[in-house]
């Protein structure tokens, strides 16, 4: 009895499917904990932290004079940095060049003549022999050591910010047509291509391999002037949601016409040879044989075709624009940034929000992927 053994090549794809797992899944698990965690500790610590104490420096502004209150003889002004949060402070100051000048139960006297006392619970005072006067309150630094915080903040922000619905509708009128129209086109092109026999079918072959390798940056300023060209001489507005899904569809047959031709091609002729013998046109053979048997690969490229033009923002603002009436949902995402990247905590919420409608097309189309990309690379003819 001979004992088997899987062999080291074998061995190399399962370690490497694995580390490509982990690569993966490591920066999408950093990128959910990141949204859910308090935006003070996401600035100033990793991911990888979430769950353990860190160290702040913050700053916190007193109420104004407004609020002060007339206690034993003295004027005060109360309350508690940390807001009812958990934590702990270290150290704290008046001034920003030494934002530690004292530790908690100490009095720090200020310039103004007050005196100021912080404990290490957070609370504050602040107490004056004479009536207080401003109406903004004083700044207090101090260090803390706060435990993990995880909120929803993030994307109450992104989804209560205005436009966000409509720009998810546009998102939805831009990608699900432009994953369709392609998939018809495609799929009766590579039904010619696989199974018609005409002059020059090599040729259109090897075009369309051809054009898998043309950058999308080189044909995207040449493609919007033809569009524009022709918009004009028919007097259809430049930028409109048939541009967009025709230039979606011109830049994602490439891919679909040699997909599809592969599967197609790897089909069993007898079936196709049966159907005609009994009168079956071609048009008849594709409806009925040739598309049920083609669905993984019809659902393969469809993942593909809908992350992309889900997930495009070049093309959608050059062909649709970046007006608040057409602006897809990545670009309204981009602009809760701000020019100069403030805001930039609700990034890592904004990827989350972006990604829920691809994550649903995936899950629901996944079991026919590797079917279908394998079917055509292996019966490929």
Known sequence: ???????????LVHISVILLVVLWTLPTAGLLISSLRDKDQLAVSGWWTALSTSTQNLVFR????????EKDGKFVIAGNMLEGQSGQVSAFGFNSKDPAAFQPGQSADLPSGEKLTVQADGAFEIASDKAMDGARGQRIFYTAAIPPRFTFDNYREVMR?????ASFINSLTVAIPATIIPILVAAFAAYALAWMKFPGRAILIAVVVGLLVVPLQMSLIPLLKLYNGVGAFLGVPAKTYVGIWLAHMGF???????????????LPREIMESARVDGASDFDIF?????????????????FQFLWTWNDLLVAMV???????ELVLTG????????RGGNWEILTASAFVTI??????????????????????????
């Open 1 to 11: 009895m001979i004992a088997s053994s899987r062999s080291p090549l074998v061995w």
């Open 62 to 69: 007193a109420p104004g004079a407004d609020t002060q209150v």
């Open 161 to 165: 910010a205005e436009g966000i619905g």
């Open 252 to 266: 994602g047959l490439p891919l679909a016409i040699y997909l599809l031709r592969n599967y197609m091609a790897g």
């Open 287 to 303: 409806i009925k044989i040739i598309l049920p048997l083609s669905f993984p690969a019809l659902a393969s490229f469809s993942i």
């Open 319 to 325: 062909f649709l624009g970046t007006g608040n009436n």
């Open 332 to 339: 309204r995402l981009v602009n809760l940034l701000g020019s």
């Open 356 to 381: 829920i409608v691809p994550l649903i097309v995936f899950f629901t189309l996944q079991r026919y992927l590797v079917r279908g990309l394998l079917a055509g690379s292996v019966k490929g003819g």
